[in-house]
């Protein structure tokens, strides 16, 4: 089936019904997309961290740390109730992978556990003997899947990645602040994350959390 419409010069041009439904999908994709301000900064004093504004204003999620690189790390909700806990795993040899629990789990792993296996690993890409330089980590279900779930790829030094599930479909992204009418630049500790419809933004937000640690 083809849709007709006139063109400026008058003449009729032809479009496939098909491109037309993509091209509204497109649209409402990216209308529907949750679109959040990350500040790499703790709301608590002497204590490092990240806080996550949504586009209403409000508080959605946070991290404290008192280090700056801890063995594991606590994403919370707004009200300070733990989501995930990101465990910083054993180097196996000169790959650095972790471990990504559900709610949270104590330093053995076991106390106040509400998930006695990690939902998510994630291995940090090693340049020397991938051939795609582009990727910064592959995200695997639990611990022994051997196919990656989602990948990351890009540069989050310049605040400029990409996720995507094992399709290579973008589920969210990473992007600088852009300063409104000529403003003072926000730089590289206040960025957007993007989040496509159907994509957790906790999830998202645990991964910029992982990024940070990897490469900053």
Known sequence: MLLFLKSTSGKVKQYPEEEQDENKKKINETCCCTSLTVWRKSLLFNCK??????????????????????????????????????CNRKKLGLVDSWLIYEGEVGEDRSI????????????????????????????????????????????????????????RRIVAEIKKKEAINGGVSYGLE???????????????MAIVLLLDQMFS
Do not use: W
Not at 56 to 80: A, C, E, F, K
Not at 132 to 145: C, E, F, Q, R, W
Not at 192 to 199: A, H, K, N, Y
């Open 190 to 204: 206040v960025f957007i994350l993007i989040v496509r419809p159907g994509f957790d933004s906790r999830f998202a």
């Open 49 to 86: 961290g990240f806080t996550v504004i949504g586009s209403d204003g409000s508080l959605l999620y946070r991290v404290d740390n008192y280090t700056g690189h801890p063995i594991q790390i606590i994403l919370m909700d707004g009200s300070g109730n733990p989501i995930f806990t990101i």
């Open 112 to 167: 106040k556990t509400t998930s006695k296996k990690p939902i998510y690993s994630v291995r940090k890409n090693f340049n020397i003997i991938q051939t795609n330089l582009n990727v910064l980590a592959y995200v695997y279900g639990g611990i022994s899947h051997k196919r990656y779930a989602y990948m990351i790829e890009g540069s989050y030094a310049n605040r400029s990645c990409r996720i995507l599930d094992n399709s």
